[in-house]
């Protein structure tokens, strides 16, 4: 199951993993209107779907707001070192493959699911040495339900260019995401292996990420992540799961562009 996510950076008042940009700077000369933004390119592996025991590899791709002028005004900035902190708003998108059961032999009886498409956000905090953030998005395509994310780091700078990040991830959803994932209809147990099983929402996933990131040059980096997460309740509990822990892992090449118009 192929999954990527998205961070867009958002404005605020001051960065899920994503960073926000400051309050806008006034300038008293008149500017044309610039942005700039980082996109991102890898591979990562990942569990075939939620709760396989198996993992696949895929591409890896992302997308980040670095600043943004309108007119007068600047939002965030363009200094390729510059890390945002304090109260901000940030983005979060995340795309999640379709699941198949004719591609994986044990689900052979349900339903197929549909790839999903969630666009959201919410809040973020950071200082030099930490950063806290929560985030809600809705599958607009797809599950077509709400997801909520909380997450914390411990940063360290060994180096100006050097960003290593460790800290704890809850996953959330309500019911009808968990029922999407997890659950077994009353036909499906008919044609299937399992019985049938109605999952509720909450809790769903909880673990830790480790990342790293270094800055090569001004437009160049490299960045890269290992996770582990372990399903919770109803998502442990239910038929399908035949694994309840997982290990993700990213590695890919960010490239940082600047237009003026």
Same mark, same amino acid.
């Given at each position: 199951?192929? *999954?990527?996510?998205? !961070?867009?950076? /958002? ?14 700077? !006034? ?12 996109? *991102? ?49 940030t983005g979060s998108f995340r795309y999640i493959g379709e699941r198949e059961a004719a591609d994986y032999p044990e689900l052979t009886g349900l339903a197929d699911v ?39 780091? /411990?940063? /360290?700078?060994?180096?100006? *260019?050097?960003?290593? *990040? ?96």
């Open positions: 199951m192929l *999954r990527l996510t998205f !961070v867009a950076l /958002a404005l605020t008042t001051a960065a899920a993993s994503a960073q926000t940009l400051d309050a806008p700077v !006034v300038s008293s000369q008149s500017q044309g209107a610039a942005i700039g933004f980082t996109l *991102r390119g890898g591979v990562q592996t990942t569990p075939e779907y939620f709760g396989s025991s198996d993992n696949e590899t895929g591409p890896a791709l992302g997308f980040e707001l670095n600043y943004l002028r309108l007119g007068g005004y600047t939002f965030g900035s363009p200094d390729p070192l510059y890390y945002p902190e304090g109260f901000g708003f549909d790839a999903s498409l969630e666009i959201g956000g919410g809040l973020r905090y950071a200082t030099q040495d930490y950063q806290v953030f929560g985030v809600i998005r809705y599958g607009i395509i797809g599950h077509e339900s709400f997801v909520g994310e909380l997450g914390a780091d /411990a940063l /360290a700078r060994p180096t100006d *260019r050097l960003t290593l *990040r460790a800290g704890p991830r809850l996953l959330f959803g309500d019911s009808d995401y968990a029922a999407t994932y997890f659950g077994v209809t009353a036909a499906e147990a008919g044609t299937s292996a399992f019985g049938q099983f109605d999952a509720s929402g909450g809790l769903l996933s909880a673990g830790v990420e480790l990342g790293a990131a270094y800055q090569l040059s001004d437009n160049w980096g490299i960045d890269a992540t290992v996770s582990y997460d372990r399903l919770q309740n109803d998502a442990a509990r239910s038929p399908i799961t035949t694994n309840d822990s997982s290990v993700s892992a990213s590695i890919g090449i960010t490239r940082r562009f600047s237009l003026g118009f």
